[in-house]
């Protein structure tokens, strides 16, 4: 059961990695990599998000939509459980924890459109995750986008944009990199066992 | 030009969805791993971003602006999956093929920013055209992604064999790194000669062109810089 769990975590984050091998929320990979700073406060936000979404979305599966037959509603159901939830968190947070909120807050509406929080609360109904390793599975995921991101990040503060080729400016070299960044992540398919 | 050609004419080439407002990449990446998958993914896409276009162009005067976004969020979704419980009934292969990216169309980029930038002030039928193009823009980029990856990686063309046995496909185009280099070349081969991308002009405003809350606020930066 624990070696089970472990594997959700890992195969999560590192062997399934959301943007490098699923290309889940590959706008905000692209789009908020250009500094280190916010992309690590996306990739907070990204975890505090997506774990929560993960537990409220396999709950409302399990007690609410599964049993009153309502099964074809999951798209629409989770997709405003997110958006509510993410306002929520906003409110929250600005209230309570106003030092996180100053470093998460503008970039939490920007989640709502993250595919990538949709697509691990459905996935782990596809999976038939109970609780826990929706959970998990969820967090996992997070902590791959965020070690993915924060990653480019790096990357791409080392590109000097005046270098290259004019053609291959802006988006293009981003995108070399994220393949050689996939190229290695494929080596962690190796731990699959 | 006939402004309903125009509409076709600017989805297809001059805004060119994937390859130039680089808008809707996760299905792009994730789905073109074969020619086939592209024309399923891009018909299904433009089903729905047609649908919701003339949707929320008939309700732009009744929806309040305060709440545009959730209410353009649930048109978008309940079109989704109408259009899911469809292709699984009537084309379970392209059901099987495609999985968890039919339902992730809801957050397809490309739907809410056209509800946004464009139908939400235009006529229905205009909106219609302008969904159509994007979408055909959308299923032209989409299969031409998915056929190169197909015949460098499998050496197929929608399924029929072109390369001769003797020639060795190139595993890594239909993995995950793949994906990327194809379409790092083809924004490459693009700006090499001279489709003028408008990613540079996203990128300096300083939004990213995704969610659909910057797109309209891409728009008012674009107009201030034409202007």
Do not use: W
């Not at chain 2, 399924?159 to 490459?188: D, K, S, Y």
């Amino acid at each position: 059961m624990n070696h089970n769990l472990l594997l959700i975590l890992i195969s999560g984050a590192l062997i399934n990695n959301v943007v490098l091998s699923q290309f889940l929320g590959i706008c905000s990979f692209l789009g908020v990599s250009k500094q280190m700073k916010a992309s690590a406060s996306l990739g907070g936000a990204v975890i505090f998000v997506m774990t929560i979404a993960s537990a409220v979305a396999s709950l409302l599966y399990t007690h609410v939509l599964a049993p009153m037959g309502l099964d074809f509603m999951k798209t629409i159901v989770f997709i405003l459980v997110i958006a509510a939830l993410v306002q929520i968190v906003e409110m929250f947070l600005k209230k309570s924890a106003p030092a996180v909120y100053q470093a998460l807050g503008i970039f939490l509406p920007l989640i709502t459109t993250n595919c990538a929080v949709l697509g691990v609360a459905l996935t782990n109904v596809q999976n038939g995750y109970n609780f826990v390793e929706s959970v998990l599975a969820g967090f996992g995921t997070a902590l791959g986008f965020t070690l993915a991101i924060v990653l480019l990040a790096g990357i791409r503060s080392r590109i000097h944009e005046d270098d290259l080729p004019a053609p291959l400016r802006g988006a293009p070299i981003v995108l070399i990199a994220a393949a050689l960044m996939s190229i290695a992540f494929m080596g962690f398919s190796g731990l699959s066992f | 030009m006939n402004k309903y050609l125009e509409r076709l004419y600017n989805g297809l080439v001059k805004e060119n969805p994937t390859l130039v407002l680089m808008l809707g990449m996760c299905p792009t990446l994730a789905v073109s791993t074969r020619a086939s998958n592209g024309i399923g993914m891009g018909l299904s896409t433009l089903a729905v971003l047609v649908l919701s276009n003339l949707v929320i162009s008939l309700l732009r005067k009744v929806i309040p602006d305060q709440v545009r976004l959730p209410a353009y969020i649930v048109i978008v979704a309940s079109l989704v999956t109408v259009t899911e419980l469809l292709i699984e009934a009537y084309l379970p292969s392209v059901y099987e093929a495609l999985g968890i990216y039919i339902p992730l169309i809801v957050v397809n980029c490309i739907i809410l920013g056209r509800a946004e930038a464009y139908a939400n002030k235009n006529k229905p039928l205009l909106s219609v055209f302008d969904g159509i193009g994007m979408g055909l823009g959308f299923t032209v980029a989409l299969t031409l992604a998915g056929a190169v990856r197909e015949i460098l990686g499998s050496g197929t063309f929608f399924g029929l064999r072109v390369l001769p046995e003797t020639v060795e496909p190139i595993g890594i185009f239909i993995q995950p790194p793949g994906a990327f280099l194809v379409i790092a070349f083809f924004v490459i081969i693009l700006n090499a000669i001279g489709i003028k991308t408008r990613q540079r002009e996203l990128v300096e405003s300083e939004c990213d062109g995704c969610c659909a809350a910057c797109a309209s606020k891409c728009e008012k930066k674009k107009e201030v810089v034409e202007v």
